[in-house]
């Protein structure tokens, strides 16, 4: 079983910066994804990184701007978010996922996070 805990929302500007954090426990070793839900939208695909850290996707939306990372040795996953835009709102979810798929698919994911707040004024 893995437990996932977002962390690292908030209010911030145009142009401002998060990084938002991805605490696990139990087996932790899994590929792992970040997911967004702005109000009266379907859940999407934000950001994904493998095992290892060795191979990263982005949505073209956030390409550029967003950089996922992972520290194993912390049991963390990082979404650090950079020139953030009003579009961005969204609730954001960090996921594992136990096997292969459709690694832009929220249906191949098997643990999910509570979510975190990320607001973004103009």
């Known amino acids: 079983q893995v437990q996932l805990v977002d962390s690292g929302g908030g209010m911030v500007q145009a142009g401002g910066s998060l990084r938002l954090s991805c605490a696990a426990s139990?087996?932790?070793?899994?590929?792992m994804g970040w997911f967004r839900q702005a109000p009266g939208k379907e859940r999407e695909f934000v950001a994904y990184?493998?095992?290892?850290?060795?191979?990263?996707y982005y949505a073209d939306s956030v390409r550029g701007r967003f950089t996922i990372a992972r520290d194993n040795t912390k049991n963390t996953v990082y979404l650090q978010m950079n020139s953030l835009k009003p579009e961005d709102t969204a609730i954001y979810y960090c996921?594992?996922?136990?096997?292969?798929?459709?690694?832009?698919?929220?249906?191949?994911?098997?643990?999910w996070g509570q979510g975190t707040q990320v607001t973004v004024s103009a």
């Open positions: 990184i493998n095992a290892s850290g060795s191979i990263r």
């Open positions: 139990g087996r932790t070793r899994y590929p």
């Open positions: 996921a594992a996922r136990r096997s292969g798929g459709y690694y832009y698919s929220d249906s191949e994911y098997d643990y």
